[in-house]
């Protein structure tokens, strides 16, 4: 396959999740407006953050003067799991040069993620697959939140439409193509019932690192019972 055709491949698959970040983007741009950041600032942003929930985040907690440990604090919380994101990713990434890992990497983002391991699944992941996933994506959402701060309250909220699910609705399908049966069922429980009982009885961002702990300790478990696991421990 050559470069071309696989830049083109990694288009394809990342254009839906381009287009469930739209309304997204439009409505992270609203917020920031409201809050008082321009277009390019919020351009800016994005490009040297590029994370989506931690922007939201840090809108949310804006205020003058700006809580700088707060905003901080909670940011670190919820990109924590990019940690464990870029560990199971790098050992896929042989093929990269030192600064194609380093950029890759920086705008790694959930969806690129999932659809990356996916592929290393099938074949080896290119530089070419990878960026032609990147690039589209992070323009998208470049040029959505500066459309939606340069729109502003006059687009009214995304959100009273159903589109803050786009995301949601994606992420389900992306869980869905990973599905391995029993292991996948009490992973995703237990993230699930973790974070959503810290949402409401703790709040955010809390729930984040909870949902992933709980979901990784979940997925220890299950797999330890899973009898290939257990056999392959008794050969070793």
């Not at 254009?15 to 309304?23: E, G, I, K, R």
């Not at 800016?44 to 707060?70: D, H, T």
């Not at 979940?218 to 392959?232: F, K, M, S, Y």
Request: proline residues 5%; aromatic residues 12%.
């Amino acid at each position: 396959m050559s470069i071309l055709d696989d830049a083109r491949l990694g288009f394809s698959d990342i254009w839906p999740a381009a287009l469930a970040a739209v309304p997204i983007g439009l409505l992270f741009g609203a917020l920031a407006a409201g809050k008082g950041l321009s277009p390019l600032e919020v351009f800016v942003m994005g490009a040297l953050v590029f994370a989506g929930g931690a922007q939201f985040a840090a809108v949310e907690l804006w205020a003058s003067p700006a809580p700088v440990f707060a905003i901080i604090f909670s940011t670190l919380l919820i990109n924590a799991r990019h940690v464990l994101m870029s560990a199971s990713i790098a050992p896929k990434l042989g093929r990269f040069s030192t600064a194609q890992k380093l950029t890759g990497l920086y705008y790694m983002a959930d969806e690129n993620w999932a659809l990356a391991e996916k592929r290393a699944r099938l074949r080896q992941l290119t530089p070419a697959y990878w960026f032609g996933m990147i690039v589209p994506f992070v323009s998208c959402w470049l040029m959505t939140t500066t459309v939606g701060a340069t729109v502003g309250a006059a687009m009214g909220d995304p959100r009273e439409l159903g589109a803050d699910f786009a995301f949601t609705a994606l992420f389900i399908a992306l869980v869905a193509s990973f599905w391995k049966g029993r292991v996948t069922f009490w992973t995703v429980a237990a993230a699930g019932i973790a974070s959503a009982l810290t949402y409401k009885l703790v709040g955010p961002p809390w729930h984040v690192a909870a949902g992933a702990l709980s979901g990784l300790l979940a997925a220890w478990l299950a797999a330890g019972t899973e009898p290939h696991v257990l056999a392959e421990g008794v050969q070793s």
